[in-house]
Nanobody, 125 residues
Framework: QVQVAESGGGSVQAGGSLRLSCAASGYTSSSVVMAWFRQAPGKEREGVAA???????TYADSVKGRFTISKDNTKNTLYLQMNSLKPEDTAMYYC???????????????????WGLGTQVTVSS
């Protein structure tokens, strides 16, 4: 069974930076997609960024130019570097992953079976 665990959340002032990490284990194939989602109170969980099995990144429009997704394949670890943070970035951030053949649109929440418990990011103005 694939297991996923996020770390690196915290509180920061607007304009600041944070880096999230996501460690995954238990894969039976190296062809995987990994993604970050977030959910603010009272809102739907939304896709933030993803890397597909061909190492291509995809970003939500709301974070383009501010967030960078990367992956260390030797460690099966996903990162999200978040710069120029805004109060509207405040949310619980979740890491999701699944095998590439199962995932269509990489920011589609239902495509993923394996999720972490989340890490809180709070941005104050």
């Amino acid at each position: 069974q694939v297991q996923v665990a996020e770390s690196g959340g915290g509180s920061v002032q607007a304009g600041g930076s944070l880096r999230l990490s996501c460690a995954a284990s238990g894969y039976t194939s190296s062809s995987v997609v990994m993604a970050w989602f977030r959910q603010a109170p009272g809102k739907e969980r939304e896709g933030v960024a993803a890397i597909d099995e061909h190492e291509r990144p995809t970003y939500a429009d709301s974070v383009k130019g501010r967030f960078t997704i990367s992956k260390d394949n030797t460690k099966n670890t996903l990162y999200l570097q978040m710069n120029s943070l805004k109060p509207e970035d405040t949310a619980m951030y979740y890491c999701a992953t699944d095998y590439g053949y199962r995932v269509g649109w990489v920011l589609n929440k239902p495509a993923y079976r394996f999720w972490g418990l989340g890490t809180q990011v709070t941005v104050s103005s």
